[in-house]
């Protein structure tokens, strides 16, 4: 089994560590957040160090995830992982339904209660966060982002680095833009 290193100890971090946990597919390294040395572990797990030291955590973790919601810090981080040679993983949380057809990009992460639908496509870095929806033939771009309930009907598209917070939905055939941050609960529907 290999070791996993989590970047981010705060709640989609822990969310993530939890996950990684009820999976038993890898052993937690520890994380790595820049509230250290201050923090020094959640839970039973050691809070190793800094982000700004990534390189120094390579020999205790063959593999990495960034446990970070904010989508451009979690391309930053995740696109220094892979320089330094991280497998970046794609963490799915047992109590999530996902399509065996669905494909999923490096550095992924789908929580509990999401559904990832037949042939949906999500691209690296991804969040599909508790009780998110992604419907058949949905794509969701490199490091988007489904906040808890946010649902995307068939064949919607969710722009590179664009974010659907809690509750929100995309009808039937809808693209959201690049960047996009949808508010809380905002539906919006093919015209």
Not at 172 to 191: M, N
């Amino acid at each position: 089994m290999k070791n996993l290193l989590i970047v981010g100890a705060g709640g989609h971090g822990r969310s993530l560590a939890e996950a990684v946990l009820l999976s038993g597919t890898f052993r937690i390294a520890g994380f790595v957040d820049d509230a250290a040395p201050q923090l020094e572990q959640v839970w039973d797990l050691p809070v190793l160090g800094k982000t700004e030291a990534l390189e120094n955590y390579r020999a205790a973790a063959d593999a990495a995830i960034v446990g970070i919601g904010n989508n451009v810090v979690r391309e930053k981080l995740l696109n220094r992982l892979a320089e330094l040679g991280f497998e970046l993983p794609v963490i799915v949380h047992p109590g999530a339904l996902v399509s065996p057809r669905a494909v999923i990009g490096p550095g992924s992460a789908v929580m509990a209660g999401a559904i990832v639908g037949t042939e949906a496509q999500l691209g690296t870095g991804v969040i599909v966060n508790c009780g998110a929806v992604v419907d058949h033939h949905c794509r969701v771009e490199d490091f988007g982002h489904l906040g808890t309930q946010a649902a995307m009907a068939g064949g919607s598209i969710l722009g590179r680095a664009a974010w659907m917070q809690a509750g929100s939905a995309l009808g039937y055939g809808v693209k959201v833009d690049d960047g996009v941050v949808l508010k809380p609960g905002v539906a919006i529907s093919a015209s």
